[in-house]
Structure formats: C-alpha cells, structure tokens
C-alpha cells in the first residue's frame, strides 16, 4: 500500500524564520495531498491541500509545491509564529478519496521568540 | 468548519473487557473514518464508512468492528480490548476530499 515519508522528523526555529518540510509518497495512484496541523493536545487541522493535475498553492504563509514526476511535495512556511508551533502532517489519498489517507508521521516545528 | 465530536474523551478499560467509542458530526458528511494515533506510527485507518449501514476495513482493521447506524453516528467497538489497543483514537468525517477530525479519545487499557 500507499506509504508517505516526511522530514526532517522535527525542527526548531527562531520566530521570523522559514521553514521547509519534506514529504514523499510511493503509489502513483495517490491524487489528492492535504495537510494538517495538530497542537499539543489538540484535534488535526486542516491547513491546505493539492491535486496531482497542480503543481503549486498558496494559501497566506503557506506554499505548497508537487512534483509528480519525483512523487515529492515540499511545504514551505514563512515569517513563522510561535503559534505555528505543531506537528504537521502530509497525508494521501487516491482516486476514491473516501477510502481514507495515508498519512506521514509529522514534522514537529518549534518556533521561539 | 466541519463539526466532529466524540465521547468519551478518556476511557480507562480493562483487558478483555468491551469498548464503545462514539462520534458523531453534524455537517451531513456521506463519509466518516476511525484511525489512531501512535507514536512512531503516526496515524492509520482502522475502518471507515460511505454512509449509512456501511462499514469497510481500513490499513489495520484486526480486533475493532465498525457500526454506522445513522449519517450522524459512526462507532468504533472493541469487543474484547486488549493493552496493545492504547491509544488515541480519532474520527474525522469528509465529504468530496477534504477530512475534517474530531477532539480525540484517549484510551487506556491496563
């Protein structure tokens, strides 16, 4: 089956900073990439999503770039805030999208002021 | 935003023991989805539902059953919950793509 990989596993950063996570699946298949965020605590929230037929989205501070040909997706967040600090999920789906996700076992981001 | 919840938030069973973790979301969504949270496995499908009366087995479906009873209302059942079962579990419920999730339950089983 399906199998997503994400990295760096965490990472720390100073408020204002960027940061760029890694994400790479395995099944060519998989059409449909959201991401999600989740606080300590707290329920997974969605935070932006892509098709294979894109290869880039915005959505405020948040870029999203797909590459299909290398099956690799990047999530790139500017000036950063220490409420983004989470843990931040790739996931995928496939064509029939209510089967469910796969999802990566999260980047946790640190933002310090 | 989608509105997901679940109860109980935290449950304490014993091994063999039955569990039932409820959901319910009120956003009309056909599709509802149980999976659960560990560390170093991240989050995994353990069954989800197109509507109604259905139920399917998602990546790890061993030792859980599923009911969808209603639009609204998907369970998870664990008819007999054993340690290796601890975790926090999560309902989420989408329509076209998009899944939106629910609180969580944390469960123990000692």
């Known amino acids: 089956g399906e199998q997503v990989e994400q990295l760096p596993s965490s990472l720390i950063v100073q408020e204002g900073a960027s940061v760029l996570i890694n994400c790479s699946y395995t099944?060519?298949?998989?059409?449909?990439f959201p991401w999600y965020k989740q606080e300590p605590g707290k329920r997974l929230q969605f935070i932006i999503d892509?098709?294979?037929?894109?290869e880039r989205k915005q959505n405020q501070r948040l870029t999203l770039l797909f590459d299909k040909k290398t099956k690799h997706l990047s999530l790139h967040i500017t000036a950063t805030q220490p409420g983004d600090s989470a843990i931040y999920f790739c996931?995928?789906?496939?064509?029939?999208?209510?089967?469910?996700?796969?999802f990566g076992l999260g980047t946790r981001v640190s933002v310090f002021p | 935003e989608a509105a997901v919840t679940q109860s109980p938030r935290n449950k304490v069973a014993v091994t063999g023991g039955k569990v039932t973790l409820s959901c319910n979301q009120t956003?009309?969504?056909?599709?509802m989805y149980w999976y659960r949270q560990d560390t170093g496995h991240g989050l995994r499908l353990i069954h989800y539902?197109?509507?109604?009366?259905?139920?399917e087995k998602g990546d790890i479906p061993d030792g859980y059953k599923a009911s969808r009873p209603s639009q609204e209302n998907f369970s998870l059942i664990l008819e007999l919950a054993t340690p290796s079962q601890t975790s926090v579990y999560f309902c989420?419920?989408?329509?076209?793509?998009?899944?939106?999730f629910g609180p969580g339950t944390r469960l123990l089983v000692l």
């Open positions: 996931s995928a789906s496939m064509n029939n999208y209510a089967q469910g996700l796969t």
């Open positions: 956003n009309n969504h056909n599709n």
């Open positions: 989420a419920s989408g329509g076209r793509d998009t899944q939106y």
């Open positions: 099944d060519s298949a998989s059409v449909y």
């Open positions: 539902s197109y509507g109604a009366g259905s139920t």
């Open positions: 892509i098709r294979s037929n894109m």
